[in-house]
C-alpha cells in the first residue's frame, strides 16, 4: 500500500514536503515510477510530478520550477517538496506507483489534503 503525508494548511508562498511510503507491495518499490497527482474541488484528478526507476523526473507546466519529487528507495519513500506555494495548488493530493510495463498507474494511496491561503 501507499500511505501519503505532510499536507496541510499554508500561506501563499510558503513550502510543503509530502511523503509516500511504500510497504507491503508485491513489487519492487525502486523499480517503479511513482507519480504525484493533484484533485482540486470540482476539477479532474491531474498528474504534476513523477520520478522513474532511474529517478529521471517530468512535471506539469504549473509546478515546474516550484516543486520538486524525489525518491529514497532504501526506505521506500517518494517525496513532493512544493515550495511558493499558490492558492491554485490546493487539492487532495495522490500517490501512485507503476512498473515499468503498466499503461496506467495502479497502486494509489488515498491521499493528504493540501490547502493554501491567499
Known amino acids: 500500500q501507499l500511505v501519503e503525508s505532510g499536507g496541510g494548511l499554508v500561506q501563499a508562498g510558503g513550502s510543503l514536503r509530502l511523503s509516500c511510503a511504500a510497504s507491503?507491495?508485491?513489487?519492487?518499490?525502486?523499480?517503479?515510477?511513482v507519480g504525484w497527482h493533484r484533485q482540486a474541488p470540482g476539477e479532474q484528478r491531474e498528474l504534476v510530478a513523477s520520478i522513474n526507476s532511474d529517478s529521471i523526473t517530468n512535471y506539469a507546466s504549473s509546478v515546474k520550477g516550484r516543486f520538486t519529487v524525489s525518491r529514497d528507495d532504501a526506505e521506500n519513500t517518494v517525496f513532493l517538496q512544493m515550495d511558493r506555494l499558490k492558492p491554485e495548488d490546493t487539492g487532495v493530493y495522490y500517490c501512485?506507483?507503476?512498473?515499468?510495463?503498466?499503461?496506467?498507474?495502479?497502486?494509489w494511496g488515498e491521499g493528504t489534503q493540501v490547502t493554501v491561503s491567499p
Open positions: 501512485a506507483t507503476k512498473r515499468s510495463f503498466d499503461a496506467t498507474f495502479i497502486l
Open positions: 507491503g507491495s508485491i513489487f519492487s518499490f525502486r523499480l517503479n515510477t
